[in-house]
């Protein structure tokens, strides 16, 4: 079984930084790129960042641009996703997911997904 499970959220004030982390098991990393989304109360799933397997390709949203880097060790299989200045509008829970084929920015075209981790950042 597949898992990916996501770790370093927290409460930060604004302007602060968070570095969040995603611990993919099985072989996710040998057959999927890797993205982060977000999702804040009353609102869809939002696009974040993603990166593919040679790690030369990265996505951002307009939203997080300058302000988050995303990265990856193949062989450690993990995810990070580097957080910096950051803004209320930020707050948000956050998830890594597993890609297989699709448009990059759209939640659809993943197929593995993890069980969040709740970023705060406050006034």
């Known amino acids: 079984q597949v898992q990916l499970v996501e770790s370093g959220g927290g409460l930060v004030q604004a302007g602060g930084s968070l570095r969040l982390s995603c611990a993919a098991s099985g072989r996710t990393f040998r057959t999927h790129t890797m993205g982060w989304f977000r999702q804040a109360p009353g609102k869809e799933r939002e696009f974040v960042a993603h990166i593919m397997w040679s790690g030369e390709g990265t996505y951002y949203a307009d939203s997080v641009k300058g302000r988050c880097t995303i990265s990856r060790d193949n062989a450690e299989n993990t995810v990070i996703l580097q957080m910096s200045s950051l803004k209320p509008e930020d707050t948000a829970i956050y998830y890594c997911?597993?890609?297989?084929?699709?448009?990059?920015?759209?939640?659809?075209?993943?197929?593995?997904w993890g069980q969040g981790t709740q970023v705060t950042v406050s006034s």
């Open positions: 997911a597993a890609r297989a084929s699709g448009s990059v920015y759209s939640s659809g075209s993943y197929g593995y």
